[in-house]
């Protein structure tokens, strides 16, 4: 389990990250957000599968991620 909304079993999409009770992995949703798609209409997209809090946990936890691992992402060198 990442988070509330968010889990990774390796017995649904091979473990990747999941919204829960669905197979709606969380880069299709980032994807979306990205994009900058209204997170209702995310939501929509969806059938209403999931939620507002879902993609808001989604987003939060790709951005924990990206300043936890940013360096490696990195073009350049990032000055201290």
């Given amino acids: ?3 509330r909304y968010i889990v990774a079993d390796q017995k649904i999409c091979h473990g990747k990250p999941t919204i829960r009770g669905t197979r709606i ?3 299709q ?8 798609m209204a997170w209702q209409s995310i939501v929509e997209e969806f059938g209403g599968s999931i939620t507002t809090d ?11 991620s990206f300043i936890k691992h ?11």
Avoid: F, T
């Fill in 29 to 36: 949703v980032l994807e979306m957000v990205g994009e900058g």
């Fill in 1 to 3: 389990m990442l988070g």
């Fill in 70 to 80: 940013a360096r490696e992402h990195a073009l350049e060198p990032i000055p201290a």
């Fill in 54 to 64: 879902a993609v808001a946990e989604a987003v939060q936890l790709a951005s924990k």
């Fill in 25 to 27: 992995m969380v880069w």
